[in-house]
């Protein structure tokens, strides 16, 4: 039995990348993969320091039914009603959770627990209903195909031909919540470390919490048809764990995820070349390497600091 | 200002059902006869999967009441993406869907998430949220790369694999049943023996280690148990979709139960209906998965629960507000009658719509309206007054019934009581207590009355120097003073 | 006119927690340049009264004004230092980081944070003898390190009126001396100052005013004046039976 191919540097490392033609493809892949990570890895950092990284578990799954309506309403695999659809449905989400949690007699996580199941159901069985009719592609949304990224139609504006659409539209994502995030750092950073001076300046605190949940519903849907509904979640916890590891200051966790993201991308890339499975899977297995290396050898892991204590 | 997210979600959770409707007519399978065989159940296979249901629901139920009052149920949802590698493996170990390996599988790598949860607690300083999202991504990574993997090597017999993503009713086999049979009594005798011991861990651990239970050893069976639940739903429900139904019937029997023996009955209720409800609705459509249904109906369960219950539910805190603002209204037109007569040195007993006008700051509608309201109550009469020596139309006037009489008194009472209260026990300075004793004479029970008579020691005026009716007057329906 | 320069006045104060009275027609009128100690038993509800002021916890009844404004503007003028539990420890900032968003309010959303508020930043840290700190992650400072780095984040506030939660909490006494003494250097530059506090011993000496409360203001003076064995055993001997039963009452019927 062949589970487990030979691992053969040459080709699991060349072989990509051996003619023009591979190298135009896999690249568009690769740069597909740095985006996601960067996106979803500056969106994380800010969910991981409030507490909230299963918050990002709960909105990734709760935007399918806002993903399959949008796309039932329009018709198309169109990302502007996606996106609609999808901040609507993740907006839901966060607010049903919170309505539960001050209403009810039911704890924050089994209210989350709740909702987030709830949606994720509801979001099957309408593309259950579906099935025959469209071609909304299950897998896709579930797993991500990352490696089908050079298969988008081309963006051709004006009669140019700008070249891969999804690419460019994860781009601009991307470059918005890179943007807004270094605008907004001091809000971002101020409300998630001591909310009670943020609103004693006068901040409207809310709203910005609100903020934050949109660039993570945003980052959420972009990156979905590449890493699918589930291993979102790794895309936002593992960058900025692992960075904490290294680093002790936000700015610095924040760029951390730039290399980190190219990491992944590599790593999960060949990786799933050599296994000849899910590149969004490989990523993930890659980043979670990365994550108890870091652990091991981080210069400020526990395990590190009780082992340099000891001699002394 | 939220109600329209819940709202919202129902109406697409019943438009869904009505989809489901017009999907069956269209594929020429008429749900009327299709609901007939479901009911039925002469199919074997139709009662195969609803007994299926009926277990996996009632074991679900169960082990949930613990997942919900511990607070683990994220810790389910981790566990459940956490067993999907061990179920690849266990699937190469058997080279085939062999129930027996995939258990043993995905038991052990529930096990390992488990694991990894505890490693990382004890050795970084990452929050539970943070270790959670990890575990469960990175174990689930893993499963899927191996299931892809196993696609691209192209095993035999690996179309059941694709099942546990959302489960897969019509493959449920008669091993399955089996395995959710054992599920549900192991998760039984463990309740049943360890019934105590569970409440106690769970209620204060500390006492419950000095008493000598073992409470880790107990921990750790809950969450063997917890995966073996798990595992044996993965068939009808799927990976993604089985935490649903460790936490919704719980937490829907939550919103009922006060103790834990009907906590863990109805839990269990919710759990069975739900399954089979939600396999009943999977049957009218074709290609409906029973999965996500069930969960669909247990969250509508949990929904109609959380408004329609007694006592919390908003249905029930609506209609109470509301009865009981007409109560504080009626109230207070009774203590502006009583200030009228009083005014008036008790010397006459009609009191004119004018009068309330006045006193109350109302409308004349508004005042009309109230004196209707006492009247209807028994608490005053009324009549039309002829047009006398002022120029004044005819209006209203209300003459207090015995009845009324003595609430009018009751509550002038309690609100100069409490007033006299506030500022000879509680300190308030006298020009505070006015405005916080509009609020407490209509809570103010008789009990309360009666300690705080004797704190004062039966005092006859209040702090503004004006007479606080004694229950005797009341009772006797005397004019306060009079005796 | 005088009335409307109080830095804080409370008036009628009713605040209740999920559907339980925690203040009760709570009065009181703050006057600048004081140095107010709270006390009162657990439950008491002086956290709540500095979170109502605060404009963190809605009233029930009654309002708060500081400087006659309403909290939601006036606001501004209060500097917080936050019960240490309620901080994320392993939070990725360092002290200068924590110091330095004590600025933050002095600016714009979208403008840059200068050089004169470094600097400001590292003067107050200067103040509390913690400037060697500053590039160190809030995480490996001690207890009393921690609760002066708060204050520098205070002191570069620099507002008019300070609100502390429990500042002495798991705090050695050598760091405790420390920060009373920049307390009353605080207080000398005509800070107002308000200091929950829960060690009745050291607050007759810290405090130049004590608030006593117990769900009800009991006492409000100068510490000569409230300082008396009769005041404090009202404070401290329980609630008032009937007064809390009602309250209780209202406060459930209060927001359904």
Known sequence: ?312 | MKNWVIVFGGLLISSSFLEAKQIGAAEDLNWLTQAERFIEMKDPSIRKVALGALLMGLSCGLIGSYVVTRRLSLFGDTLSHAVLPGIAVGFIWAGEKDNFSLLIGAGIAGFAGVCCLCLLKKFTRIHEDSSLGIVLSAFYALGICLLTRIQKVGYTDQSGLDSFMFGQVSALSSNDINGLFITLLLISLFIVFNFRQLLVTGFDPQFSKSIGIPNDFLQFVLWMLIAFCVISSLQLVGVILVSAMLVIPAATASLLARRMKTYLVLSSLFGAGAGISGTFFSFLGKSLPAGPLIVLVSALLFLIILFFRPEKGMLFCWLNTRSERSRIIIENTLKAAFQILEQKGFEENEITSLEIMKKRGLSRPEVEKEIQNLTTAGLATKNISPIDQVSLPSQTVMTLTPKGWEYACRMVRNHRLWELYLTNEAEYEPDHVHEDAEKIEHVLGEKTVRQIERLLQNPKTDPHGKLIPSITDIHQGNLPGAS | MKHHDLPIEVHDLTVSYQKKPVLYGVDLEIEEGSFVGILGPNGAGKSTLIKTIMNIIKPNGGYVKIFGDSPKTGIKRIGYIPQKESVDWDFPVTVFDVVLMGRYGYHGWLSRIGKEDRNKASECLEQVNMLAYANRPIGNLSGGQQQRVFLARALAQESAVYLMDEPFAGVDAVTEKTIISILQEMKKAGKTLMVVHHDLASAKEYFDQLLLLNMRKVAYGSVSEVYTHELLQKTYGGKLAVLSEMATEVAKNADT
């Open chain 1, 1 to 312: 039995m062949n589970f487990i191919p030979k691992f053969d540097p040459s080709k699991v490392f060349f072989e990509p990348w051996a003619t023009p033609e591979l190298i135009a493809w896999n690249s568009q892949v690769i740069l597909m993969g740095f985006l996601v990570c960067w996106a979803s890895g500056m969106v994380g950092t800010f969910i991981v320091v409030r507490r909230m990284a299963l918050m990002g578990d709960a909105i990734s799954h709760g935007i399918l039914p806002g993903i399959v309506i949008a796309f039932l309403t329009f018709g198309s695999l169109e990302v502007g009603p996606m996106l609609l659809g999808a901040c609507l449905a993740g907006l839901a989400c966060s607010f049903s959770i919170e309505w539960l949690q001050q209403n009810s007699p039911i704890n924050k996580d089994a209210s989350m627990a709740i909702v987030f199941t709830s949606f994720f159901a509801l979001g099957v069985t309408l593309i259950n209903l579906q099935a025959g009719h469209l071609d909304l592609d299950t897998d896709c949304i579930l797993y991500g195909e990352i490696g089908l990224t050079p298969l988008a139609p081309n963006f051709i504006f004006g009669g140019n031909d700008f070249g891969n659409r999804s690419l460019w539209v994860m781009g601009l994502i991307c470059a918005a919540i890179i943007i807004l995030v270094s605008l907004f750092y001091r809000q971002l950073l101020l409300t998630s470390f001591d909310a009670i001076l943020a609103h004693s300046i006068g901040w409207p605190v809310k709203i910005i919490h609100l903020f934050l949940m949109l660039l993570l519903a945003l980052s959420t849907v972009a990156s979905l048809e590449s890493v699918g509904v589930i291993l979102v979640v790794a895309m936002l916890v593992f960058p900025s764990v692992t960075a904490s590891f290294f680093f002790h200051r936000l700015p610095s966790i924040l760029i951390c995820t730039f290399p980190l993201g190219i990491l992944y991308t590599f790593g999960g890339f060949h990786l799933a070349y050599w296994l000849d499975c899910s590149i969004a899977a490989a990523m993930a297995i890659t980043a979670s390497i990365c994550f108890i290396l870091s652990v091991i050898f981080g210069p400020r892991s526990y395990i590190w600091k009780t082992a340099k204590k000891k001699p002394s």
